[in-house]
């Protein structure tokens, strides 16, 4: 009895550990794609930041630039490639593929919009 006792208690912290570390790995892999998704986290001096990319495409008809972007510290967002809305469609006339520009994307309304766009100097 005392040995079925024994290897039960040990069957019982050996679980718990496993539950344990499965726990902290999964909280652990929610952690490191967190900054994929996350909202604005603006500081004080960061307010007007503008980002760097490089225009990849232009799409007049859908009102939208794909941009090769540095990270984007407005919204803890690293470097890629994506493809934005334009808050002003007239913004889709000052850029062409290729061009080098500096830029501001803001998350509005759930969408992540160009609100400011200027030839990179």
Known sequence: MIRFS?????L???AGLALAA????????MNDHAGHNAGPSETQGDSNTLSTGEVKKVD???GKLTIQHGPLNNLNMPA???VF?????????QVKAGDNIRFR?????GSLIVTKLEAAK
């Open 6 to 10: 024994s290897l039960f208690s040990s």
């Open 12 to 14: 019982v912290v050996s």
């Open 22 to 29: 499965s726990s902290a790995s999964a909280q652990m892999q």
């Open 60 to 62: 007049r008809d859908a």
């Open 80 to 82: 890629m490639t994506m």
């Open 85 to 93: 809305k334009v808050q002003d469609p007239a913004m889709l006339d």
């Open 105 to 109: 994307v803001e998350r509005v309304n």
